[in-house]
């Protein structure tokens, strides 16, 4: 897991101006005015090699009576320092040092977390008795910045990633497979964990929300290195109350983030419900191969007919991924549960694959040959040629004449023709058009 470093301060002291210098680019809205940013907002940086997650937080505000949107500020904000490897305190260089800040200071001495001072909006640093008297927060080290022009972050970045261990930031070997358990709570993930493991590693309770944060176990099968994330059951917005859930959903999906291979558990009694969707969802759109496991199999009343319904079922409700495997098991039992790992393996190759540029072309030329491209106002689609230029998941790029020709029902059409093809079993094929001119 990436080590996280958490931006905070009171509000328009700049820190969503940093997090935009930080990440690049400018996620984060940026105004003049107090707290326009009120959740957290998670992006991957590098800095000297060293991968990490910043978060951008809303502004800390002591002196505006409180009200549900300050509650809900204070809450995210505490999510993220407890979430956070290192802390950076972002302060005001122009107005000085103010009451907010030394309660804000107040707050993170509490955490115990490494924290780093960065006194923004100064653009001379010759000076140094211009942001002395932020030291007097005895807080740690000071670094005198201007996010704006990107002045001294550097140096704030080479304090921050000294407290980094080595731990947080060796990724796995590039061999091991990394697969995540997610779903909704109380659906059977630890139970299956600790099935595949053959261990008691987490603990299993009816109680929903058990797990609270995610949990990775690595083991070897077949001469092979896998590691097994159990990740905290993930319910509806409105349904979770406490803020050390809200934190352990946060977890929960920046693994599926991390993570090569998702299980997305379903309860077999309860079938394909709405909140599965959305998980299901999050990783479809963040590119992960996927095994759907339909756990408490063994309760379900069956009959020859039962198994293909629930096919069916799936199908129509998850069709965003009907390129996912489905196992049918019982966690409890063990029933099935042995051929998991086998799955894994098939769907993490299929989720690897390279194809050589002559054989993708070959491929779709001939499916062009069956049906024809559509034509709009005379214009009719070519497609010059294709190449794949990336893996997990397999991304695959088509040069034609015009993108705007590419209707959304081929671009369909030749996603099935490559899978009939290729197979690509269990993950998403992302498919990107460009014209000729993009090519260099």
């Not at 779903?183 to 797990?211: A, C, E, F, H, M």
């Not at 077999?268 to 998980?279: F, P």
């Amino acid at each position: 897991m990436k080590p996280v470093v958490a931006i905070v301060g009171r509000p328009n002291v700049g820190k969503s101006t940093l997090f935009n210098r930080l990440v690049g680019g400018r996620p984060a809205i940026v105004e003049d005015s107090p707290g326009v940013t009120r959740d957290r907002l998670y992006r991957d940086a590098t800095w000297l090699d060293k991968e990490y997650t910043v978060i951008d937080t809303g502004g800390i505000d002591f002196e505006t009576k409180e009200n549900i949107i300050t509650d809900k500020v204070k809450e995210q904000v505490n999510i993220a320092i407890e979430e956070a490897a290192v802390i950076i305190f972002v302060l005001d260089g122009k107005n000085g040092l103010t009451e907010s800040d030394k309660d804000v200071a107040e707050l993170l001495r509490k955490s115990a977390k490494p924290i780093v001072l960065a006194v923004n909006k100064l653009e001379d640093f010759s000076d140094p008795s211009v942001y002395y008297e932020f030291y007097s927060l005895g807080l740690g080290e000071l670094i005198p910045i201007s996010a704006a022009h990107g002045m001294n972050t550097g140096d704030l970045l080479d304090e921050v990633v000294k407290y980094f261990s080595d731990n947080e930031c060796n990724e796995y070997d590039p061999d091991v497979i990394r697969m995540a358990v997610i779903g909704r709570p109380n659906v059977g993930k630890s139970s299956l964990v600790n099935k595949i493991l053959g261990q008691d590693r987490s603990i299993v309770s009816d109680i929903p929300g058990t797990t609270r944060d995610a949990i990775d176990s690595r083991f070897s099968q077949n001469g092979k290195e896998y590691v097994i994330i159990d990740t905290a059951g993930m319910r509806r917005k409105a349904r979770i109350i406490e803020p050390t859930e809200r934190y352990s959903i946060s977890r929960a999906l920046r693994t599926i983030d991390n993570c090569d291979v998702v299980l997305m558990m379903i309860d077999a009694t309860a079938g394909v419900t709405e909140q599965d969707k959305k998980i299901a969802g999050y990783a479809h759109e963040e590119g992960k191969a996927c095994i759907i496991v339909v756990n408490k199999w063994d309760i379900v009343e069956k009959d020859d007919k039962t198994m293909k319904k629930f096919d069916e079922d799936i199908k129509e409700e998850l069709g965003f991924m009907t390129y996912a495997l489905t196992i049918y098991v019982s966690a409890k039992t063990g029933q099935r549960v042995n051929k998991i790992i086998d799955l894994v393996d098939f769907v993490a190759e299929q989720h690897s694959r390279r194809i050589p540029t002559t054989r993708l072309n070959e491929v779709v030329q001939e499916a062009v040959l069956l049906n024809q491209p559509p034509s709009y106002k005379g214009k009719r689609l070519k497609i010059l040629y294709v190449t794949q230029v990336g893996v997990k998941p397999p991304r695959i790029v088509f040069f034609v004449n015009d993108p705007n020709l590419l209707h959304f029902s081929y671009e369909r059409y030749l996603e099935n023709k490559l899978r009939e093809s290729f197979g690509f079993a269990g993950t998403p094929l992302w498919l990107k058009v460009r014209s000729r001119e993009e090519e260099n």
